[in-house]
């Protein structure tokens, strides 16, 4: 992954060594945000490594304002110089995610308002251009990973009392699940740190390049740990009330259960546990509580 210096200098021409620049956030996929400001104006600014059009984003915050979702807007956008990264200059948003508000405001109350803007998502019409998710290509690249990180960290399958065996069986039956149920939009990674509360208590939804045609289930792709988590537990609670009034249905106990063997997958692909050693407990304690349930419970052991 390149250094924010290197991402910046010479690729961006919008970006001059004369503006202020506040890095806020790196990640492993590429992305980097920071707050960019000029004489004139503040920016959310994001630089992605992607394949995306000016188009092709504002056609996905068309379909957010067309539902009365509110969210930043793309005041401009740039293709690197050289090299395959896109540059994203959104409005800066006068607002604070909601994970700064899980002590002192009603996280319940909270939840039950993400919870409505994810069912106008999903109900939302979408453009023609959009190609279903390919579910079968991404299981089978977890399983290929699979056998990577079990030849890879022995020690951690056996502390955990798993099998390679026993999780390819367990997300082949999983997969099933997902037969007969249609894609709708999705966001992709609807933690809270991606929704953003204003002042006037407004709802602002960011990150939406990765919006795309999936199932319920990838919108909480990587926060799935945290929802039985003691503070964050009620915020979920309201966000499942509105997605699923007359109660969670049995395919989606199992498809955050699919969701949970791959992020221990790619947790482990990606090195986190090593990488990450003051974590490594604690992760460790949420798989083994994991995998303990789930080859012999219908419920996902956290909702």
């Given amino acids: 992954m390149l250094s924010n210096q290197e991402l910046i200098s010479g690729n961006f021409p919008r ?68 090299n395959n990264y896109s540059c994203y200059y959104y409005q800066f948003l006068d607002a604070l995610s909601i994970n700064d508000f899980i002590k002192t405001a009603d996280i319940y109350e909270l939840g039950k308002k993400a919870g409505e803007i994810l069912v106008r998502l999903k109900n939302s019409p979408y453009p023609k251009t959009w190609k279903p998710f390919n579910l079968t290509r991404y299981h089978n690249g977890f399983l290929i990973r699979l056998n990577q990180v079990a030849t890879d960290f022995p020690q951690i399958f056996k502390e955990l009392n ?37 002042k006037e208590s407004q709802i602002y939804v960011i990150d939406i390049e990765s919006m795309e045609l999936g199932y319920d289930c990838f919108n909480f792709t990587h926060n799935v740990r945290f929802i039985g988590n003691k503070t964050e537990k009620p915020y979920y609670k309201g966000i499942f009330e509105k997605l699923f009034p007359s109660g969670i249905p049995q395919y989606f106990h199992n498809h955050l259960k699919y969701i949970a063997i791959v992020n221990f997958i790619r947790s482990l692909h990606h090195r986190e546990l090593e990488n990450c050693p003051k974590y490594k407990k604690e992760k460790l304690k949420y798989f083994a509580e994991l995998f303990k349930d789930i080859f012999t419970k219908q419920e996902f052991c956290l909702l």
Avoid: R
């Fill in 15 to 82: 970006i001059k060594h004369s503006d202020k620049i506040e890095y806020m956030k790196n990640s492993w996929s590429g992305n980097t945000v920071f707050k960019f400001q000029t004489q004139q104006d503040t920016f959310l600014v994001k630089i992605i490594k992607d394949n995306q059009t000016k188009d092709s984003i504002e056609e996905k915050l068309n379909l957010l304002s067309s539902n009365n979702i509110k969210t930043a807007k793309l005041m401009h956008f740039e293709k690197s110089v050289c």
């Fill in 162 to 198: 798993i099998t390679k065996e026993m999780l390819t069986q367990q997300l082949n039956l999983l997969l099933k699940s997902f037969d007969g149920i249609e894609q709708k939009p999705i966001h992709a990674d609807f933690g809270m740190h991606n929704l953003m509360l204003t």
